[in-house]
């Protein structure tokens, strides 16, 4: 049985299972927050690890919106569903619903964010600040190696999206990019969707003309960075550093613009992986780790071959 719709208050929500009824008698329910590819990886792995535990996986998207998250959450609760895995989107606003969720018998399971309190079961991770801080040294390389030690960095958050992980985040990196030198952070602006960072970004260079590195804590506002730097004719002048992984963060590492240097992507797909694997242990009474670290990669274009490599990797999980 497919179950493609779910009624959530008035609105009818799009949700799809990765296997039938009969298949199962446990049923997960796996929540991203955005589409891009690092979520459809999350996703990826979570059906790869409910076909191996023999569980009815339902996914659903609440599209960055708070009440959208906590009606799905309440819907899975009158579902009655036996865990709930998931990204949510404040540590603080999320955790209300979820504890919902775990005082009728569901389990929680986060990843790659978590909430306030002992409700998660299991948290999936990556260090948020261990992240910032391996691209923070790749640019604290490349500052003292290309640029004379000297740099005016632009920042491109995602606070007001998910505040404690964007804060982090920036905070291993300006942290260990200070060992490039005489670096100032010279602006920062919250950008995490590629066609808002596009924007902001030509206004940091037009209002700082000065900056010569970009820091982007995400994907989308990495990728606008890039974009908005090759739209300005400042190759060879600006240059920028990121964090997560995908196929067009790759192609822009391979690139002969010589744009974008480095990035830290973390592993989506173990990542989703992981989180089903935990929520199927904790509803068999067995989950033991209630923090598992998924280490994340540092990609540079020193580096090509490990770049390429990285990049065949993402291709398998289309």
């Known amino acids: 049985m497919n179950v493609t719709q779910l009624l959530c208050g008035a609105a009818l929500l799009s949700v799809s299972v990765a296997m039938s009824a009969h298949a199962a008698d446990k049923v997960i329910a796996g929540m991203v927050f955005q589409q891009d590819q690092f979520f459809r990886t999350i996703q990826i792995g979570m059906e790869a690890a ?67 309190g002992n409700t998660p079961a299991a948290f999936i991770n990556s260090s948020q600040e261990d992240l910032g801080a391996s691209t923070g040294k790749a640019a604290a390389a490349f ?14 958050q995602f606070k007001s999206q998910v505040p404690e992980q964007s804060a982090a985040r920036v905070g291993g990196f300006t942290k260990a990019v200070a060992e490039g030198g005489d670096v100032k952070v010279v602006a920062d602006q919250d950008a995490w969707l590629a066609e808002k960072a596009v924007s902001v970004t030509n206004d940091i260079l037009t209002a700082h003309p000065e900056v010569n590195v970009i820091y982007a804590a995400n994907e989308g506002g990495t990728v606008g960075a890039v974009q908005a730097v090759r739209n300005s ?35 989506p797909y173990q990542i989703g992986f992981s989180a089903v694997e935990a929520a199927v242990a904790a509803i068999n009474g067995k989950q033991d780790e209630k923090e ?14 490990g770049v390429k490599a990285f990049g065949d990797e993402l291709k398998k999980y289309k």
């Open 50 to 116: 409910a076909k191996k535990e023999g569980v009815e996986l339902l996914q659903a998207n609440s599209d960055n919106k708070p009440e959208k998250e906590q009606s799905l959450v309440n819907t899975y609760v009158s579902r009655k569903v036996n865990a709930i895995v998931i990204a949510p989107l404040s540590k603080t606003a999320s955790a209300s619903a979820l504890s919902r969720a775990n005082d009728a018998g569901i389990k929680v399971v986060t990843y790659n964010s978590t909430i306030e």
């Open 233 to 267: 004719g400042k190759q060879g002048k600006v240059f920028v550093f990121g964090i997560d992984g995908s196929q067009q963060l790759v192609n822009f590492l391979q690139s002969d613009d010589n744009i974008l240097q480095a990035i830290t992507a973390q592993q």
């Open 143 to 156: 500052i003292k190696e290309k640029l004379g030690g000297k740099a005016n960095v632009a920042v491109l």
């Open 292 to 305: 598992v670290v998924v280490p994340g990669k540092a990609l540079n274009r020193n580096d090509p071959e």
